[in-house]
């Protein structure tokens, strides 16, 4: 009997969905199956607007292989997202600044040029994202982490101070 396929379209897929892929193509590195992967998933992406410069940074972002080593410390971090267990991570800021955390993972993200580990930071007691690019270090601890809903919350995005 022949099936006649329905090409799958981004709308076909919750959006966890497709961020579960996508971090999963992360650390898959540049085989012949990732360049596979990151094809469908540019396929599953194309009805996302080519002419907006966040769409096409996010998508390339997505769909770049990360280096071995970043690669390597988002194997753990998915990992510790899937089992809901607390991390150590070694963190470089912006200013080259090393802190050692314990992080309750959440999910990850891709904005423009750059993957974002997303957690409750038990240091900083609160959401926190972390660049992959900034993380020198990743370890399991072992420890289970709390449910701890983001919604709406955007690493990059900026609130105003409250005032009064």
């Given at each position: 009997m022949d099936?006649?396929?329905?090409?799958?379209?981004s709308g076909d897929l919750p959006p966890a969905e497709i961020a579960a892929l996508a971090l999963s193509l992360a650390h898959l590195g540049s085989g012949p199956q990732a360049a596979a992967a990151r094809r469908a998933?540019?396929?599953?992406?194309?009805?996302l607007d080519p002419a907006d410069p966040i769409v096409v940074d996010?998508?390339?972002?997505?769909?770049t292989p990360?280096?071995?080593?970043?690669?390597?410390?988002a194997r753990v971090?998915?990992?510790?997202?899937?089992?809901?267990?607390?991390v150590r991570l070694c963190y470089g800021d912006a200013n080259a600044n090393v802190t050692i955390r314990e992080v309750e993972p959440v999910t990850c993200l891709v904005h423009?040029?750059?993957?974002?580990?997303?957690?409750?930071?038990?240091?900083?007691?609160?959401?926190r994202a972390f660049r992959f690019d900034r993380i020198l270090a990743v370890e399991p601890t072992g420890t289970p982490a709390a449910l701890r809903p983001v919604s709406g919350f955007l690493p990059w995005r900026r609130t105003a101070a409250p005032t009064g």
């Open positions: 099936e006649q396929r329905t090409p799958a379209r998933l540019r396929h599953l992406t194309a009805d996010t998508l390339t972002t997505l769909t990360l280096t071995e080593a970043v690669a390597d410390r971090i998915a990992e510790a997202i899937t089992e809901r267990r607390v423009r040029d750059h993957w974002h580990f997303i957690g409750w930071c038990r240091m900083r007691r609160g959401v």
